[in-house]
């Protein structure tokens, strides 16, 4: 079942702060976020198991709460070069498959 | 990161004929590899797992005899849309890990248009 992504979409302004969220019906084993930039195939920037990891890497960080079944994507002082749509994906523990959410669509302005 | 190669870019065949997408993983071994299709502005939806030497688990409502997927090698797995239509126009990806719960990296995609 595909996991649900909020917002859909956002517009900052370039320095600004934005989070996304990343919600399942399932009992999760791992969360995936990539970044797709139009045309391009998704690029991989993060995963966290269960356990309630958090991870960052620069200005972007992520959480993980298994007790709600929730992933949140943090970009701190958000660069144009971060302008994109970003998806979560879902496994469930023993699953093979990756499931995607339906995106977000992140727009940063000068 | 792992890279992926996906070939072809792009593809425009003729409806009726078959395309061989391939995907392969050039710097590690990939026990499994997915394959998805996207539509413009939309997600990316899965359509079959594949492991290497196994046969691969479609999605329901994907036709397992229409998109005929080989996982013959921990390197290399093939999609292949036999008979192909206009309605099947669309951006394959294929993405592959290692094992369980790792990171999976993705091919550059192939966008496929059946004129």
């Known amino acids: 079942q595909q996991p649900v992504q909020s917002p859909q979409a956002v517009i900052l302004r370039e320095g600004e702060d934005a989070v996304i969220n990343c919600s399942s019906s399932?009992?999760?084993?791992?969360v995936h976020w990539y970044r797709q930039k139009h045309g391009e195939a998704p690029v991989f920037l993060m995963i966290?198991?269960?356990?309630?990891e958090q991870k960052g890497h620069d200005k972007i960080s992520a959480s993980f709460n298994e007790k709600k079944q929730q992933s949140s994507l943090y970009l701190t002082a958000s660069q144009l070069s971060y302008s994109g749509t970003y998806f979560c994906?879902?496994?469930?523990?023993?699953?093979?498959?990756?499931?995607f959410g339906q995106g977000t669509r992140l727009t940063i302005n000068p | 990161g792992a890279v992926v190669s996906q070939h072809p870019s792009w593809v425009i065949c003729k409806s009726g004929t078959s395309v061989k997408i391939e995907c392969r993983s050039l710097?590690?071994?990939?026990?499994?590899m997915f394959w998805y299709r996207q539509f413009p502005k939309q997600s990316l939806m899965l359509m079959a797992t594949?492991?290497?030497?196994?046969?691969?688990?479609?999605e329901q409502g994907v036709e397992k005899d229409k998109f005929l997927i080989n996982h013959a090698s921990l390197t290399l797995s093939t999609l292949t849309v036999t008979s192909a239509h206009p309605e099947d126009s669309s951006f394959y990806i294929c993405?592959?890990?290692?094992?369980?719960?790792?990171?999976?990296?993705f091919g550059q995609g192939t966008r496929l248009t059946v004129v």
């Open positions: 994906g879902t496994a469930t523990e023993g699953a093979q498959k990756l499931v």
């Open positions: 399932k009992a999760l084993y791992s």
């Open positions: 966290l198991l269960k356990g309630g």
């Open positions: 594949s492991n290497e030497g196994s046969k691969a688990t479609y």
């Open positions: 710097d590690f071994q990939a026990t499994t």
């Open positions: 993405s592959a890990r290692y094992r369980y719960h790792t990171e999976a990296f």
